[in-house]
């Protein structure tokens, strides 16, 4: 009998799989224990097709295949290429005991080529010190985990070739880390005229991670200046990059050659996706939008045009910065920590408030616009600001003055330190995820701060939540002012990101 190691990943965790493979006289075929997948009917043909087309003559034996643990849930060819290894062991043309110095994962093609898999880079961190033979193309990736040796092949030919000593392979371990080269080619704000108070809500909303909901009419730049938010976000260390490409990793969106995103993701998802696509799903569960936009910005315009149901999914990601997925037997959690930006119109028409022009709704149908976006939801975003149009002169005039992506970008940086070295001993590092706890901690303001914000309550009738949003927002505005103490005008300003509260949505 053969032992042989390979893995999956299941989420973004990895587990190890023993692959133990058996020879003996009788009828010839291929039995698979600990398997509950159909597919693996086919897998005896796509392996027994593979060997012949990789140039070695098999006896047509009975070969009976275990894979331990006995629950494993296997999707397509995932373990075809270590059970062809054994198979070609149990023949002699390969030694027992050189398949047990390695783990081997990859999927077969049919002319015995190796496909990339998905979730290298997820196994790799998380087996570690373990040398693992598995596609080229999966090398750079999987070879960002400390403490593990790469032998990338191209095919099972190659490593029959390499398992028995007749071919080198250079192995790659533990691929440098370069700090993210500075940003270009995004987008810039120096191209937005005008709409200064607007531009003020982004910089507050990344640099403190503050969920962001734009309203205006149409043409007022709200997509414009939503799109240009990549150009500020701060860089990542490298463990935000690795859990990043993790996620990415599963979902098999990493570009070829590309080992570690070092790019803030910034996912725009139509607003005809479903909720799975948000959510993510599947059998095996797959990440979806709002995990892939994990440490980056999730972007819904046109927001009340979203599904229902694909909204309310939002709820607890928004919350708590996850997302549990559960399938009939696997449970699956994925990280969905992300900057929410979302656009909106006033209006079905888009022109309530519109200096320009006149809106055509009535109440009942501005009312029945404004209720597709649920009052959990509404309360969950921080920053809530009017986007006018702007005027005729603004946008002609030459000589308006526009601070260029780059300084404000600077200024996020700076407030990131900031926050970074506060929260050194929390498992978080920005403003916005605060428990109400540290809020007393960190975030009181002085005393006439105090009063103003007292006062806001009860004129304004805001809600618990919109209390501790106000003092962390405020918390972020006197962070990017360099003050320690939480000030009145911090409070006054920090207020008025939620005023829209009672104007709007009553
Ligand atoms: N402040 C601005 N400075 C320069 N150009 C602008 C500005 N605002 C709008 N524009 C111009 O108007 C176009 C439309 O803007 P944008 O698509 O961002 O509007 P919007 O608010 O998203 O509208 P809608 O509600 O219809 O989606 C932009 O592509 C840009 O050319
Ligand atoms: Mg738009
Ligand atoms: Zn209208």
Redesign the pocket.
């Known amino acids: 009998m053969i032992r042989i190691k390979s893995a999956f990943a299941l989420g973004i965790h990895a587990f190890p799989v023993d692959i133990e493979v058996d020879i003996s006289n009788g009828l010839p075929q291929l039995i698979v224990v600990g398997l509950p997948d159909t597919s693996i009917k086919e897998a005896r043909e796509r392996v027994r097709t593979a060997i012949k087309n990789s140039g070695y003559q098999i006896p047509a034996d009975k070969i009976t295949i275990n894979l331990a643990p006995a629950d494993i849930k296997k999707e397509g060819a995932a373990f075809d290429f270590p059970i062809a290894l054994g198979i070609l062991a149990c023949h002699g043309v390969i030694s027992p005991e050189k398949l047990a110095n390695y783990t081997f994962l990859g999927e077969l093609a049919l002319d015995g080529a190796l496909r990339p898999l998905k979730g290298a880079l997820v196994i790799t961190t998380g087996l570690k010190n373990h040398s693992f033979i598995l596609p080229s193309k999966n090398a750079a990736e999987a070879a960002l985990a400390k403490g593990t040796v790469i032998f990338p092949v191209q095919d099972l030919k190659e490593t029959v070739e390499f398992l028995n000593g007749n071919k080198p392979i250079e192995p790659i371990s533990n691929s440098a880390y370069k700090n993210t080269p500075p940003q270009q080619g995004f987008l810039d704000f120096s191209?937005?005229?005008?709409?200064l108070a607007a531009k003020r809500a982004i910089e507050i909303a990344v640099s403190g991670n503050h969920q962001l909901l734009f309203i205006?009419?149409?043409?007022?730049?709200?997509?414009?200046?939503a799109r240009r938010i990549p150009s500020i976000l701060p860089p990542m260390d490298f463990e935000e990059a690795l859990e990043i490409t993790k996620i990415h990793s599963v979902s098999g969106s990493i570009p070829e050659g590309c080992d570690l995103i070092r790019e803030r993701p910034f996912r725009s998802p139509h607003h005809t996706s479903s909720a799975i696509a948000l959510a993510g799903g599947g059998t095996q569960p797959k990440p979806g939008e709002i995990s892939l936009a994990h440490g980056g910005v999730l972007f819904l315009?046109?927001f009340p045009e979203f599904r229902r149901d694909a909204l309310e999914i939002l709820r607890g990601p928004l919350e708590d910065g996850c997302i549990t997925i559960s399938r009939a037997k696997n449970q699956v959690s994925y990280p969905a920590n992300f900057l929410l930006v979302a656009?909106m119109?006033p209006c079905m028409c888009?022109h309530l408030g519109d200096r320009n022009r006149t809106c055509r709704c009535s109440l009942g149908q501005i009312h029945k616009y404004r209720s597709k976006i649920s009052g959990p939801i509404l309360d969950r975003i921080d920053i809530q600001i009017e986007?006018p149009a702007?005027s005729f002169q603004?946008?002609t005039s030459q000589e308006t003055f526009a601070e260029d992506s780059a300084s404000i970008r600077s200024r996020v940086c700076a407030c990131r330190k900031i926050q970074k070295a506060r929260y050194r001993q929390k498992p978080y590092d920005t403003n916005s995820q605060m428990s109400p706890r540290d809020i007393k901690s960190f975030a009181t303001p002085d005393v006439q701060g105090r009063k103003l914000i007292e006062m806001a309550m009860k004129e304004l009738r805001l809600s618990a939540r919109a209390y501790y949003k106000i003092l962390k927002i405020a918390r972020t505005i006197s962070d990017l002012a360099g003050c320690e103490q939480i000030q009145s005008d911090h409070i006054a300003e920090a207020i008025q990101y939620r005023s829209l509260d009672r104007q709007w949505w009553s």
């Open positions: 191209e937005v005229k005008g709409q205006g009419p149409p043409g007022s730049g709200k997509t414009m200046l315009d046109e656009t119109n888009g986007v702007l603004t946008l």
